[in-house]
Nanobody, 111 residues
Framework: QVQLVESGGGLVQPGGSLRLSCAAS????????MAWYRQAPGKQRELVAT???????DYANSVKGRFTISRDNAKNTMYLQMNSLKPEDTAVYYC?????WGQGTQVTVSS
């Protein structure tokens, strides 16, 4: 069974940047679509971005133009580059593949 491990979260000031990583165990990483979700306190988990096996990307309207999803199939890793961060981006960020979730990484945007 695949395991997903996120990293790269932290505390950043508004307008700053962070890059999240999601490392997947196992083989055949390249054939799977992957996704980033986030969940803010007291809110439902929401989809942030997706990347398909052929590299097609899609984003939530709230992050378009600020976040970039990417993948490195040779490293079995997916990334989320987050720029121009806002306080409302504060959440636990999760990666997902099929029915498998990572444990999450906290992102806090605050001055």
């Amino acid at each position: 069974q695949v395991q997903l491990v996120e990293s790269g979260g932290g505390l950043v000031q508004p307008g700053g940047s962070l890059r999240l990583s999601c490392a997947a165990s196992g083989s055949m990483f390249s054939i799977y679509s992957m996704a980033w979700y986030r969940q803010a306190p007291g809110k439902q988990r929401e989809l942030v971005a997706t990347i398909s096996s052929d590299g097609t990307k899609d984003y939530a309207n709230s992050v378009k133009g600020r976040f970039t999803i990417s993948r490195d199939n040779a490293k079995n890793t997916m990334y989320l580059q987050m720029n121009s961060l806002k306080p409302e981006d504060t959440a636990v960020y999760y990666c997902k593949r099929d029915l498998t979730w990572g444990q999450g990484t906290q992102v806090t945007v605050s001055s």
